[in-house]
């Protein structure tokens, strides 16, 4: 097996472009090294990428990353790369590991054969790079035919957590409103897996996934994957914030989750009216970037309040007679 370590810089997408109802972010560069078992460095892998989706690297990201824009100029567009550096990975012929560099890199999907199912259970065994060149399989087909055939053999269910601690206990509805009860709209943590909870959180990249829990839950939700069996979804109605929600998956991971079933600590948001799926922390910073020209604004608007407030009070405080300082009385000097 080889380990292959990945990090990517981002620049940021121009606010009107359409892009942003996915990302705020497009990738500028794609570096990887590839390790052997005993972790030694064997190959390494780096392009530039040109940027679609913005007028140029910005400053602060120039500064930090040291990529200007005639580095990006000729580069390969972002599909060119990313096949580029598919081929590195899959170019040993042996099973690899990806790694991301850093909590930044978000989530990694994989996908799994189907190997034998009945009513009862399901056998499946992971896509390996061997196995799908075996069966010439391009990546493009493998990831087709799993977002046609998933959300059909393993559909996606959003079930509140009464509803979810009702299952677990073996109890019918009636009981468990008697000792939980919570009217659908007063919900505040929805589970979303699939029926047999094996790999559930794989729901997250079902086409429409989104909106559905967005109908279900009533508009936009944060995202708690800490498990690969299931996510939590808990509504944005202001009523747990950021940082409660950070803490709460970090603790079920340590408590509850399984090592090998962890997903990641990282809380994601949806904003079911621009799209848009993203780290909490991103969310934050787009919801800040948004309020500060509102905030600009009342801000000069205050300052020429002020200003006309004052032009008001000058003109309506008596006025001194004018002097005329070159008329003189026969007697002395002018007054």
């Not at 659908?184 to 589970?191: A, K, L, N, S, Y």
């Not at 094996?198 to 839950?217: I, K, N, P, S």
């Not at 996510?231 to 603790?251: F, T, W």
Request: hydrophobic letters at 40%.
């Amino acid at each position: 097996m080889k380990h292959i370590v990945v990090d990517l810089e981002m620049n940021s997408i121009r606010k009107k472009d359409d892009a942003r109802r996915i990302c705020n972010l497009e990738t500028i560069e794609i570096g990887a090294v590839m390790l052997d078992d005993n972790l030694q460095e064997i190959s390494s892998f780096r392009t530039y990428v040109k940027p679609e989706h913005c007028d140029g690297i910005a400053r602060n990201i120039s500064r930090l990353t040291g990529i200007t824009d005639d580095m990006v100029l000729n580069a390969p567009k972002f599909n060119e790369s990313l096949r580029m550096f598919t081929n590195w990975c899959l170019g040993t012929g042996d099973e690899v590991t990806v790694y991301a560099w850093s909590d930044s890199d978000y989530m990694a999907v994989v996908y799994r054969f189907v190997i034998d199912s009945d009513n009862d259970s399901r056998a499946t065994i992971l896509a390996t790079n061997q196995l799908v060149e075996h069966f010439g399989i391009t990546p493009e087909q493998l990831h087709a035919d799993a977002m046609e055939n998933a959300p059909r053999i393993k559909p996606a269910e959003i079930k509140g957590m009464g509803e979810v601690i009702a299952e677990m206990m073996g109890v019918d509805k009636a009981e468990m409103d008697a000792l939980y009860h919570v009217s659908p709209e007063d919900e505040q943590i929805f589970v979303a897996s699939v029926p047999d909870k094996v790999h559930g959180a794989g729901v997250l990249a079902y086409q429409g996934f989104m909106d559905q829990a967005a109908e279900r839950v009533g508009g936009d939700f944060f995202v708690l994957p800490s498990s690969i069996h299931e996510i939590l979804i808990v509504p944005d109605n202001g009523k747990m914030g950021l940082s409660d929600l950070e803490n709460m998956v970090r603790d079920v991971n340590a408590t509850q989750v399984d090592p090998v079933d962890k997903l990641t600590d990282n809380v994601y948001h949806y904003d079911s009216q621009a799209k848009i799926f993203e780290l909490g922390e991103k969310f934050v910073e787009r919801q800040n970037e948004r309020d500060e020209p509102d905030m600009e604004k009342d801000e000069k608007g205050s300052v020429l309040d002020d200003l006309k407030a004052k032009k008001d009070e000058i003109a309506k405080a008596p006025k001194k007679e004018s002097v005329d300082k070159s008329t003189k009385d026969k007697g002395g000097e002018a007054i």
